[in-house]
């Protein structure tokens, strides 16, 4: 493997090294302490266009994430018990991990990032035998592997400060920001986002996601569709500046319309058809009167609440 690789790994382990921190009381510089720590990742094939990514920590937390047509489903749990560079986990009924790591290589050395000090992180390349069997729900995917490729990755402790992100381009901000949400037998939230006229690719410059969460047993799923579509895909009862309101249509794998608008009686409803199917889940509605909604622009944010029976 080429450093240049070792750099592209190198956001993984930084998101679990700061994950699992546990900041120590922050000083007047707001310095903090993170743990030392360790992790193994893999990936494998799936069928019908989708590839599994696992993972799972030193403190025997484990996540697999399924991804393939405009989906991210993941599924977390703790893990089973770890000896070495083990990965065992049991996800239910649909799946299960029993699987050893075994490096190949040499392993790579990664610099802390710019907010922090101390050791470099050390990342093993290599891959992991034994058992690995899941079947999506509905049967949307399966996987079964004896070998993946993996990586082992270990850290020491970090002093780090609490650092201010980068300025971002006023293009990537959006001008509009559309929200509904529903928290009934599922938690359901929508979201459409809309970009200034600067932002690249204009085909993108409209950004849909919708997601459900839900849990089986010991198992926590959450369930995520993302699409980007054309500016068109967003339009306004009058003109924007009224902001009284705003109807969006998505592309696939969303299907139907939902349109926010205030009534004669000066409140706001949430109606249509929009709906979306989550792999191995199933249709959603994402409009209706157990909709909570809000439409947000520069000017300032109006909204309904959701309705309970």
Same mark, same amino acid.
């Given at each position: 493997m080429s450093a240049r690789r070792g750099s592209r790994i190198w956001p993984a382990v930084l998101i679990a090294v700061l994950a699992l921190a546990l900041p120590a009381a922050a000083s007047a510089t707001d310095n903090y302490v993170t743990h030392a720590g360790s992790s193994t990742t893999g990936v494998a094939p799936g069928t019908n266009g989708f590839k599994l990514q696992f993972w799972?920590?030193?403190?025997? !937390?484990?996540?697999?994430?399924?991804?393939? !047509?405009h989906s991210k489903t993941v599924y977390q749990l703790g893990g089973g018990p770890l000896s070495g560079g083990r990965v065992s986990a049991r996800i239910g009924?649909?799946?299960?991990?029993?699987?050893?790591?075994?490096?190949?290589?040499?392993?790579?050395?990664?610099? @802390?990032?710019?907010?922090?000090?101390?050791?470099?992180?050390?990342?093993? @390349?290599?891959?992991?035998?034994g058992h690995l069997a899941f079947h999506g729900e509905r049967g949307y995917t399966h996987a079964r592997a004896k070998r993946v490729h993996a990586a082992r990755e270990s850290w020491s402790p970090l002093h780090c400060h609490y650092a201010r992100g980068p300025e971002r381009h006023?293009?990537?901000?959006a001008r509009l920001h559309l929200g509904a949400w529903s928290d009934g037998k599922h938690g359901i939230d929508f979201t459409a986002a809309l970009f200034h006229r600067q932002?690249? @690719?204009?085909?993108?410059?409209?950004e849909f996601r919708a997601a459900v969460i839900d849990r089986s047993g010991p198992v926590a799923i959450s369930r995520e569709i993302e699409v980007a579509a054309p500016e068109g895909s967003v339009t306004f009862p009058g003109p924007p500046q009224a902001f009284e309101g705003a109807t969006v249509s998505p592309p696939a794998p969303f299907v139907g319309t939902a349109t926010f608008t205030r009534t004669r009686e000066s409140t706001f409803t949430w109606t249509g058809d929009l709906a979306v199917d989550f792999p191995g889940f199933g249709r959603i509605r994402l409009a209706g009167p157990r909709f909570g909604a809000r439409l947000c622009t520069l000017e300032g944010c109006i909204s309904r609440d959701q309705e309970h029976p």
């Open positions: 799972e920590s030193g403190r025997r !937390h484990f996540k697999l994430t399924v991804k393939g !047509h009924s649909r799946g299960i991990f029993g699987l050893r790591f075994v490096a190949v290589g040499r392993p790579k050395f990664l610099k @802390p990032p710019s907010w922090c000090a101390g050791p470099p992180a050390r990342w093993q @390349p290599g891959y992991l035998v006023p293009a990537k901000e932002a690249r @690719p204009a085909a993108g410059r409209v």
